[in-house]
């Protein structure tokens, strides 16, 4: 097996060549580190979890995932400062390998620890260690950069340009599914643990109910949209329009009654920053789609050829 290394000209950095992803490594190594030592600490100290939720096995399972993360992150970081050991791990399918399985831990270790039962939340939904909560939510965005840099190092593969390029929004339309999906995830443990015996009258169970429905009815949603966008490099127009529109309507409604005071997403945890994502990412659709609109009836405005010259391209 033969690996090719390109060397640069005339000297230089040679590491720097080798190793694209060496800052993302270190991030990661870092971002590991503070989550792991959090977790063990708060672990220790059991006035440090506020959380009453809170069980024993989602902590094991939080300080076991950060751990594994921080050990093997270390490993990688280790081999790319030396030159032979770099060989092994840098552009090669092993690292690939890795940086797919650091993703499944990381994702589990986010969850474990920002749940509504998670290690860094209080029984309200609040961030209660804002140590484990932030930097375990930075180690996930890291991890899902390491992939994507390894993805278009190896296979020449934009992940960003190939959404952009393939449909309009499709890469809006994913973030808001993932919003979505976190809204619905959040809301419905809330509703779990403080809703057993459900009243119309009780604001935080209503409202903790409502945003589970937009939730599941929005990723829905926005998965088949998503879908089509993949497999036709489109959607209908009008089905897109409604839909984001709509979004944007009962996301507004959403983010009135779940973030207010007497709401369920009141506390700064999950539900209130990313029920603030969902209706973001609405707007933004909303913002698009209408662009598209306004230069649909404007042709002649987007470039300096007469009006009619466009129309007849558009039609050929």
């Known amino acids: ?180 999906m976190v809204v619905m995830g959040s809301s419905a443990s809330i509703y779990d643990n403080k809703c057993t015996a459900f009243k119309f009258s009780d604001t935080l169970c209503s409202r903790s109910l409502y945003a589970i429905c937009i939730g599941c009815i929005s990723s829905f949603i926005a998965l088949i949209i998503i879908g089509m966008k993949i497999a036709n490099a489109s959607a209908p127009y009008m089905l897109e329009s409604g839909f984001a529109f709509l979004f944007l309507i009962c996301y507004g409604v959403e983010v009135a009654l779940v973030t207010s005071p007497r709401g369920p997403g009141a506390p700064l945890g999950n539900l209130y920053y990313f029920s603030w994502a969902a209706f973001l990412s609405s707007f933004f659709l909303v913002a698009s789609i209408v662009e598209d609109y306004n230069n649909a009836r404007n042709p002649a405005e987007e470039s300096d050829e007469p009006k009619e010259d466009v129309t007849e391209d558009v039609q050929l």
């Open 1 to 180: 097996m033969s690996m090719e290394i390109d060397a640069p000209d005339g000297g230089g950095d040679q590491s720097s060549l080798r190793s694209p992803r060496f800052t993302h490594w270190m991030a990661f190594l870092i971002l590991s580190t503070v989550t792991m030592g959090s977790t063990i600490e708060a672990n220790k100290d059991d006035a440090m979890i506020s959380n009453p939720y809170t069980k024993q096995s989602s902590k094991n399972w939080a300080i076991a995932c950060s751990a594994i993360t921080f050990s093997v992150t270390f490993i990688v970081v280790a081999m790319h400062l030396n030159s032979v050991s770099s060989l092994f791990i840098v552009g090669t399918l092993l690292e690939g390998i890795i940086i797919v399985i650091l993703n499944i831990f990381w994702v589990a270790t986010v969850w474990s620890v920002t749940d509504d039962k998670g290690i860094a939340m209080t029984a309200s939904g609040a961030v209660s260690n804002g140590n484990i909560y932030y930097f375990s939510w930075a180690g996930f965005v890291c991890a899902v950069t390491l992939l994507t840099s390894y993805l278009a190092g190896k296979f020449q593969v934009d992940v960003a340009g190939e959404l952009r390029n393939r449909s309009k929004r499709l890469t809006t339309w994913s973030a808001h599914l993932a919003s979505a």
